[in-house]
């Protein structure tokens, strides 16, 4: 009970957060794409209450604004886990064995790519090339990057977040 | 100016970040400090020097000694040996796979050697960071160039005689281009750099960006006075956050120096440049779809014409070129289009930056003059294929390209030879695959790719792309049937003719081309329901030869659902029911006793 408290408050502040931004771009339908990539850096993914504030700040319909939020896949409407695991599934890492690791990682944290855990501790995405195909395959968690893995490293790194 | 007698330059590209350089970078700078070195040795970071595999990478001029691998731990031996008693420390130096004595600098070793740099020119020599560094290997002297010295049209002409074109995949003359541009009506017109770099398996728009963001800027600024713009836009990934950074600050560096802004260099020719952040869809590479996104729309693909260069950004006439396209301006304009011309071939000019990686020794960004070979690139500049593997394809072009088989090796890489092969010369993204890939399994990586960004406006691409993935994945399911490559192939022909931007247009080519090259591999799969390469899950099966097999466990223990059983010493067997086919028994097995069937 008291964490849910603890969570409505946060996402207040957020909220608030959110609304000072918004002052800067009111009125500017050009701005769209600008403004939610502002908003998910402040809230971390883009609830329906932070879209109808967007919408009505740049006076465009929240359907335009929802339709925009699904095309793009760096939006998530859904909260992320503490520890954002991407995996990179570009060419050079997928020649190397990537869609192994992915397997091993979904089965030890028992979840699908796109998911977060119920915990809300991990979520699992898969990206492109970062640039590290040197290093193939890649993960990401948070800002550490591991190269050359192999599905069995994965129960050894996930340990590190627990 | 403070005169330092050496700098320590330390990558901190993607690559060598991710394998620790910031670390190292600061050992440095505390081990120098400690010694009281602060005023004799400059520690400073750069951008990619191309070989990420074996970073931490640093060099050490003026001698140029290049290290590799370099841990924290060695930063005290490199500062006592070289730079306090000027020794080499020989076992941090690079060794060439082939030869025994170890390589001092850089431009001593294969990977470098057949290398021409000219988009790449700086990465890796500057700090990306200072805009002085930049000025000081001829940065914006170009632009100087055309503001006092010539006229648009000038400028044009140069690029046009150039023969340079465009980097970002299609291969337009980029001359032409500017020309469109500038003959469009209008007062308002803009200028846009692409670098939206879509190739799942490139990474050198990013390196250029990371490495040396002013080369943009100038280019930029050149290409705004040629077609009369005072506005540009950089589409950069958000997933690129060091460029995004970079760019920024290298934004405002050229501003305060008035290198950007109003009345540059005093001649009167106002140009400023903004970032635009693209959101993760593939298609905003394409350019009426990143047009769309930048006005901060769904970034969904137009039918051309009207092309950008009459109706772009918000109806205006605008220019795009990709990041590399750019690079290569500023040195065309300082050392002339004959210059440029002189390098590559007849119908391909200058050079060409390839992401190389996959099944291969040295993989990194190469630069290469167009024309070399692709046995060049791969053999002596890519050092060959890992452990004593043979070389079954090389995959150019990404989503839109297709895989060149061996007896093509010999090809000189250029525009048109690689589309009369059946792929393209695309961004650069360059993979070697050796023969455990299976062609079936990547022409299904490219259309899960292409199906998954496909942006849905048009049938061709969002049905037809489905079905086709349908028709792959039952082939490698082992449920392949009689007729499915034919159906493949109609399918193929029927979405080339109808889709309406390029991403949908050439979506099918992974397909054509592997069909094209490897069709046993595919009817492998569906006439003995087998997989030669031994990829495709559902048709492969883990056995353990029991007289090969010690019994040592090891198998067992990294098994993650417990499907390997067996006494102490006597051989294990794996239980098929319980295999999810993971590989890693195969990978641990001391013995070689497990296999694939
Ligand atoms: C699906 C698709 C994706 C593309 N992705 C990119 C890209 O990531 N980067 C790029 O520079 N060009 C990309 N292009 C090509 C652009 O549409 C455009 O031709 C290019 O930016 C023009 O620049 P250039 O003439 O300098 O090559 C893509 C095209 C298509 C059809
Ligand atoms: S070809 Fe594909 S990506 Fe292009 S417009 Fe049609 S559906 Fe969209
Ligand atoms: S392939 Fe993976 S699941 Fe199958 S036996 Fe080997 S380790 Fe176990
Ligand atoms: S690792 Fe190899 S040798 Fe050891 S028990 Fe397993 S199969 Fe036998
Ligand atoms: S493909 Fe994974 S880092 Fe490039
Ligand atoms: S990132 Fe250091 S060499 Fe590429």
């Known amino acids: 009970m008291k964490l849910a408290a603890k969570k409505d408050s946060e996402l207040a502040e957020k909220l608030m957060e959110v609304e000072k931004m918004l002052e800067k771009y009111k009125g500017q339908k050009g701005a769209l794409l600008q403004v939610l990539q502002e908003a998910q850096k402040i809230v971390g993914y883009l609830p329906i209450e932070v879209q109808k504030r967007v919408a009505e700040a740049l006076n465009v319909t929240l359907s335009e604004v929802y339709s ?25 890492c997928y020649v190397k064995g990537a869609d192994k690791v992915l397997s091993r990682l979904e089965q030890e944290l028992g979840i699908k790519v796109g998911d ?24 990401i968690i948070n800002d550490d990057v591991y190269g050359r893995m192999t599905p069995d490293k994965v129960p050894e790194i996930l340990k590190n977040y627990e | 100016m403070e005169f330092y007698r050496a700098h320590v330059l330390v990558c901190r590209g993607t690559g060598c970040t991710a394998s620790g350089s910031e670390p190292v970078m600061e050992a440095f700078e505390k081990e120098i400090e400690k010694r009281g070195l602060s005023k004799e040795v400059k520690v400073l970071l750069t951008g990619c020097l191309g070989l990420c595999e074996l970073g931490p990478n640093i060099i050490i001029y003026p001698e140029g000694t290049y290290y590799c691998k370099v841990k924290v731990e060695d930063v005290p031996e490199i500062v006592e040996e070289h730079l306090v008693k000027g020794r080499i420390v020989e076992r941090l130096l690079y060794k060439e796979r082939t030869a025994e004595e170890r390589m001092r600098a850089l431009t001593d070793i294969n990977f470098y050697k057949r290398q021409k740099r000219i988009a790449l020119r700086n990465c890796g020599l500057i700090n990306p960071e200072v805009i002085e560094e930049y000025i000081a290997n001829d940065g914006y002297r170009a632009l100087a160039k055309v503001l006092t010295e010539m006229t648009p049209q000038q400028v044009i002409d140069e690029v046009t005689k150039s023969g340079l074109r465009g980097r ?8 032409k281009k500017w020309q469109f541009a500038k003959d469009a009506p209008g007062d308002v017109k803009y200028v846009v750099c692409n670098g939206d770099e879509g190739d799942p398996g490139a990474f050198m728009d990013r390196s250029i960006l990371e490495g040396d963001p002013h080369t943009v800027l100038e280019a930029m600024a050149i290409a705004g006075y040629a077609i009369g713009a005072k506005e540009g836009y950089i589409y950069v990934r958000a997933e690129y956050p060091l460029a995004v950074k970079r760019l920024e600050i290298a934004i405002e560096q050229a501003r305060e120096r008035g290198l950007l802004g109003k009345n540059i260099l005093g001649t009167g020719f106002d140009f400023d440049i903004f970032l635009r952040l693209g959101s993760g869809a593939f298609v905003c590479g394409e350019e009426t779809a990143l047009l769309a996104s930048i006005e901060g729309r769904r970034g969904e693909p137009r039918p051309r014409p009207p092309f950008p260069a009459v109706e772009g950004l918000w109806g205006k006439p605008t220019l795009i070129n990709n990041v590399e396209t750019f690079a290569n301006i500023p040195p065309i304009i300082l050392n002339g289009a004959e210059w440029f011309a002189s390098i590559g071939t007849e119908r391909s000019k200058g050079t060409k930056v390839f992401a190389i990686g996959g099944k291969i020794n040295n993989t990194g960004l190469v630069e290469i003059p167009m024309g070399t070979t692709l046995r060049e690139v791969i053999y002596d500049i890519g050092g060959g294929i890992p452990n004593g593997k043979k070389f079954k394809a090389v995959q150019t072009g990404g989503p839109s390209g297709g895989c060149i088989p061996a007896e093509l090796l010999d090809m000189p890489i250029e525009y048109d030879t690689l589309t009369q092969a059946g792929s393209m010369m695309g961004s650069g993204g360059m993979i070697v695959m050796d023969e455990d890939t299976c062609m079936v399994d990547i022409a299904k990586f490219f259309l899960t790719f292409t199906q998954d960004e496909s942006c849905g406006k048009c049938p061709p691409c969002r049905i037809g792309t489905k079905r086709m993935l349908e028709i792959l994945e039952r082939i490698t399911n082992g449920e392949g049937r009689e007729g499915d490559i034919e159906l493949l192939e109609t399918l193929a022909r029927n979405i080339k003719a109808s889709a309406l931007c390029g991403l949908g247009q050439t979506a099918p080519n992974p397909v054509l081309s592997t069909l094209r090259y490897f069709r046993h591999e ?76």
Do not use: M
């Open chain 2, 522 to 597: 595919y009817e492998a799969h569906i006439k003995e329901k087998k997989c030669p390469a031994g990829a495709c899950r559902a048709l492969i099966s883990y056995e353990i030869i029991a007289e090969k097999c010690k019994g040592c466990g090891l198998c067992a223990k990294v098994c993650p659902v417990g499907a390997i059983s067996g006494e102490r010493r006597q051989p294990h067997v794996i239980d098929k029911e319980k295999c999810i086919k993971c590989n890693s028994c195969i990978e641990r097995c001391p013995f070689g006793a497990i296999v694939k069937k």
């Open chain 1, 116 to 139: 977060t855990t119920d915990d809300l501790k991990f979520s699992l995405d898969a990206c492109r090339c970062v640039g590290a195909c040197g290093l193939a395959p890649v993960v």
């Open chain 1, 68 to 92: 925009t939020v699904t095309f793009y896949s760096f939006f998530n409407l859904k909260p992320r886990g503490k520890y954002q695991i991407r995996i990179c599934l570009g060419t050079a």
């Open chain 2, 168 to 175: 970002g995949g299609g291969g337009f003359p980029t001359g």
